[in-house]
Nanobody, 125 residues
Framework: QLQLVESGGGLVQPGGSLRLSCAAS????????IGWFRQAPGKDREGVSC????????NYLDSVEGRFTISRDNAKNTVYLQMNSLKPEDTAVYYC??????????????????WGQGTQVTVSS
């Protein structure tokens, strides 16, 4: 059974850091692009960042440029999202999702096939 499981969320103060993990089971990530998405209360789910099967990454949000870094370790079948200099507006449920080979150009959630259950990130003092 193909599954993605996110972890690493939690409560952090503004300016703090978290590293989210997206672990795959039931398939290998080698041939998949993995995207990170987030959904704040009352808002639509939005793309944050994506990394291709061969490691090329793209950010979907200008607001995370220079603060968030996506990476992957295919040997561990895991993708990471390192989040630094967190702001209250980063508060959301964060999801990872997979699609074959290439990142979606637009970052639309509908472009991704497999989804994890999400992990809550709360940035608050």
């Amino acid at each position: 059974q193909l599954q993605l499981v996110e972890s690493g969320g939690g409560l952090v103060q503004p300016g703090g850091s978290l590293r989210l993990s997206c672990a795959a089971s039931g398939f290998t990530l080698d041939n998949y692009a993995i995207g990170w998405f987030r959904q704040a209360p009352g808002k639509d789910r939005e793309g944050v960042s994506c990394i291709r099967s061969r490691g090329v990454s793209t950010n979907y949000l200008d607001s995370v440029e220079g603060r968030f870094t996506i990476s992957r370790d295919n040997a561990k079948n895991t993708v990471y999202l390192q989040m630094n200099s967190l702001k209250p507006e980063d508060t959301a449920v964060y999801y990872c999702a997979a699609r074959v080979t290439y990142c979606s150009y637009s970052g639309r959630p509908a472009d991704y096939t497999y989804w994890g259950q999400g992990t809550q990130v709360t940035v608050s003092s």
